[in-house]
């Protein structure tokens, strides 16, 4: 009769059937390589904030927080945000399709497929869609920090709350914003 040899670990490094597959390294081995992050068609934490459905892409947490990506679907006829502007992270909008419409202070931006726009910290700015098309926009931030500030709105609607624009200024001055009428604040 012969007998299996035993062993301490593993023998081989595939999952257990049901678990998922990672590029993730084991406990207590060296991480040479990052773990790649792929977000596919209809993949990504979707989130819905009244005619705008959000997906986000990366939310900070394979970025070392520096960056998130959003792609923002606005329905025709869409206002966006009440002009504000952020302390502390940049905010790049890329046009996907559609017209988008960006409002820096006093003046207007017909923003259309292919048109990159960037927001520095400190520049006042919202955005909407007034033409009869659906427009698509990716969305970064960097860092990471605004992306929460669209979770939290989808909680005030989640709870059956109306999404007020003090709602609304309540939730941008959690993540270093605040709204353009109010004079810029050092985020110090």
């Known amino acids: 009769m012969t007998e299996e040899p035993k062993t301490s670990g593993p023998k081989s490094s595939e999952p257990k059937p049901g678990e998922p597959k990672t590029s993730e390294p084991k406990t207590g081995e060296a991480q040479t390589v990052p773990a790649v992050s792929v977000v596919g068609p209809g993949d990504g934490e979707t989130i819905v904030l009244g005619t705008t459905r959000m997906r986000v892409l990366e939310d900070g947490s394979h970025t070392g927080h520096r960056l998130a990506i959003a792609e923002s679907v606005l329905a025709p006829h869409t206002q966006g945000p009440p002009q504000h502007r952020h302390a502390r992270h940049d905010e790049g909008f890329y046009i996907l399709s559609g017209t988008v419409r960006f409002t820096v202070g006093d003046e207007d931006h017909d923003a259309v497929a292919g048109t990159l726009v960037m927001v520095p910290p400190g520049t006042p700015h919202t955005f909407a ?60």
């Open 129 to 188: 869609n007034p033409t009869d098309r659906p427009a698509v926009m990716l969305s970064t931030f960097t860092p990471d920090l605004y992306v929460q500030y669209f979770r939290d709105l989808q909680d005030v609607l989640a709870a059956g709350r109306p999404l007020t624009p003090q709602a609304n200024v309540d939730a941008m001055s959690r993540y270093a914003t605040e709204p353009a009428t109010a004079p810029a604040t050092d985020p110090a």
